[in-house]
């Protein structure tokens, strides 16, 4: 006969087999007992504990921009050396460059895992770090292209349909002409030339631009009378010929 006991275990399964299970330390008497003789044999096995987890710290979380678009996680604080494995994952971000590294780079927003492993006892931990991201581009809208002519020799530019406001930086740039705008988004033209809208989004540093072209039309008509003419007193009225003149527009005499 055979039976397992302890003093300050936990016997869960078999306690009368040669094979038990148990599931805390302690300290677990086996006795074997001769039905023949009577005779009676035990010993004792004393069962330790190791359920120590690995420490996993996946460090503090960050918001990407235009301006920094990538980030070093930090598991630095984790636990190191033997016997600690670690390991990064997502399923939303991007591990971009050293994945094997406590401080991988990322360049995406999403939920980083750093999971560390105790290979002496086989527990794992697991932490996680949450990366936002604010990269949205500027809307610029410098509106359609301009002709300065005689009606019209100097213009507003319509770009109030771009972003503005507290945190948005306007400047133009001249690619052509002279003109020299005024950094708003209504700023007056007088000139040709092709002129640039940029906006910058000061918060996170996106920057988004338009080009607008102005053109001249200051080209005159043609006025032709004709020839000059005498009135005399056999010719007391004459027809004016304009036939030479340009033909599209508007036409008066004075």
């Not at 006795?31 to 044999?41: A, M, R």
């Not at 005689?150 to 690619?175: F, K, M, P, R, V």
């Amino acid at each position: 006969i055979t039976s397992w006991t302890n003093s300050n275990g936990n016997i869960i399964q078999n306690a009368d087999a040669l094979q038990a299970q148990v599931a805390d330390p302690g300290v677990y008497t086996l006795t074997v007992t001769n039905q023949g003789n009577g005779c009676i044999s035990s010993i004792t096995v004393e069962v330790d504990q190791d359920i120590v987890y690995p420490f996993a710290e996946a460090g503090q979380g960050a918001l990407l921009t235009c301006t920094d678009p990538v980030f070093m996680l930090d598991g630095t604080a984790s636990d190191q050396g033997n016997p600690f494995t670690f390991n990064w994952s997502t399923f939303n971000g991007n591990l971009s460059a050293g994945i094997h590294a406590l401080n991988p780079e990322i360049n995406q927003a999403g939920t980083y895992y750093l999971t560390r492993a105790n290979t002496e006892n086989d527990w794992i931990t697991v932490d996680s770090v949450e990366i936002l991201a604010d990269q949205s581009i500027p809307v610029v809208n410098a509106w359609n292209d301009l002709t300065l002519h005689c009606a019209n020799s100097s213009l507003i530019i319509q770009a109030q349909y771009s972003d503005s406001g507290n945190n948005y930086q306007i400047e133009w740039n001249t690619l052509s002409g002279t003109d020299t705008l005024v950094n708003s988004l209504n700023p007056s033209i007088a000139s040709a030339g092709q002129f640039e809208l940029v906006i910058m989004n000061t918060d996170n540093g996106c920057v988004n631009s338009d080009v607008v072209a102005v053109i001249e039309d200051f080209i005159p008509p043609v006025a032709d009378g004709g020839s000059d003419y005498l009135l005399t007193c056999a010719t007391t009225d004459l027809n004016l010929d304009g036939s030479s003149s340009s033909q599209n527009g508007s036409f008066s005499y004075s």
